[in-house]
């Protein structure tokens, strides 16, 4: 599958839509704890995406964010609660898009996991790719 031109996203009411007009970088999964509580899930899923690619359609001013402890910022929707990015003061030219929102399909895949040392105990990583015990790759 030919990877298209352009990714369209959005949050579960659909008050926030989004679209990527560039390369979308690397995908990873995150099992860190802040990732685990806030998508409320066993792990995130995030791909990176310049910020100079991404606008909004809809929505952008109703994106609330929420600064964790460890400084990463998460914007969700106040109405629904999806997480649709998140994105560090320390590299605010990068975002990460929650790759859970898209609507375009995508044939990439996630290279690896990062902070699996904070994995659920309840969850098994059975896709064989790469585990880093901390942070891995972009802006760290
Ligand atoms: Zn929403
Ligand atoms: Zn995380």
């Not at 969700?76 to 560090?88: A, D, H, M, R, S």
Request: net charge neutral; aromatic share 10%.
């Amino acid at each position: 599958m030919p990877e298209p031109e352009s990714y369209d996203g959005s949050c579960l009411c659909g008050a926030v839509r989004y679209r990527i007009t560039g390369p979308p970088g690397t995908m990873s999964n995150c099992h860190c704890t802040d990732c685990r509580k806030s998508h409320a899930a066993a792990f995130s899923t995030y791909i990176d995406v310049d910020r100079s690619v991404l606008r909004f359609v809809s929505g952008e001013d109703r994106l609330t964010t929420y600064r964790a402890l460890s400084g990463t910022m998460r914007s969700f929707c106040p109405t629904c609660g999806t997480i649709v990015l998140c994105f560090t003061e320390t590299d605010p030219d990068w975002v990460d898009i929650s790759v859970a929102t898209l609507d375009t399909a995508t044939a990439k895949r996630p290279e690896y996991h990062i902070f699996v040392r904070s994995k659920a105990p309840w969850h098994d990583i059975l896709d064989g790719k790469p585990q880093h015990q901390a942070a891995y790759g972009r802006g760290y």
